[in-house]
């Protein structure tokens, strides 16, 4: 069955490290993205890929960068990690060959980053 | 701009109480509506959706008409299950863009 994975779970680091957070799907989708969910803000946009090669900021791109190498991964690097990027982060994709406004996301499990 | 505005919660009921979790929206063009759900420790996952108007989406229980006069998308079921307690997200996507437009979520508490 076709599925999207993230890796790790979770994650404990210190502020200033480069850290990075892997996302993979087997759903040969076109699109995938990135998102921070925190209280009292829902799930909020930060990086975005249409196809390979293809990257895009997102509402909260300040921090974070992508790569998209290929169709089935979109790593999220966070620079420099500071205390403010304490979240959980939340990988999606979406849209086969000829996407349209009716495609469904589809959410990986999620990584628990918390920054010391 | 889009955007999706869900009712606040947390809504707490007992076990086979009747749920309305409201939601509307405003959108440029003719959006598709999703709800999606997601439970604890867990990432969303699609619940139910419509793509026209008048059309009505149902899975487990719950269902929602998109409703294009009144801009809406309420969620609706009839008995609500301890499992059902999570969190619900209203959202739309329109022509031209992949990246949906998700509401606040509203968390939803069942006792038993």
Not at chain 1, 18 to 46: E, K, P, S
Not at chain 1, 48 to 76: A, F, I, M, W
Not at chain 2, 2 to 22: D, R
């Amino acid at each position: 069955d076709a599925e999207i994975t993230q890796s790790p779970r979770h994650k404990i680091t210190e502020t200033g490290r480069q850290v990075t957070l892997a996302c993979h799907q087997t759903w040969n989708h076109n699109n995938m993205f990135w998102y921070r969910q925190d209280l009292g803000h829902g799930l909020r946009l930060i990086h975005y890929s249409y196809g390979v090669q293809d990257t895009n900021k997102g509402e909260v791109s300040d921090g974070y960068s992508v790569s998209r190498s290929n169709t089935e991964d979109l790593p999220l690097t966070l620079e420099s990690a500071a205390s403010s990027q304490t979240s959980v982060y939340f990988c999606a994709s979406s849209g086969g060959p000829g996407g349209s406004r009716t495609d469904t996301q589809y959410f990986g499990p999620g990584t628990r980053l918390t920054v010391l | 701009g889009n955007s999706v505005t869900q009712m606040e919660g947390p809504v707490t009921l007992s076990e086979e109480a009747f749920l309305t979790i409201n939601c509307t929206y405003t959108a440029t063009g003719y959006p598709s509506l999703f709800w999606y759900v997601q439970y604890p420790g867990e990432g969303l996952q699609l619940l139910l959706k419509a793509t026209k108007a008048d059309d009505k989406g149902s899975n487990k229980g719950f269902e929602a008409t998109y409703r294009k006069e009144t801009t809406s998308f309420h969620l609706e079921k009839g008995s609500v299950q301890v499992s059902d307690s999570a969190v619900y997200f209203c959202a739309l996507s329109t022509g031209g863009s992949y990246i949906p437009t998700f509401g606040r979520g509203t968390s939803l508490i069942v006792h038993p």
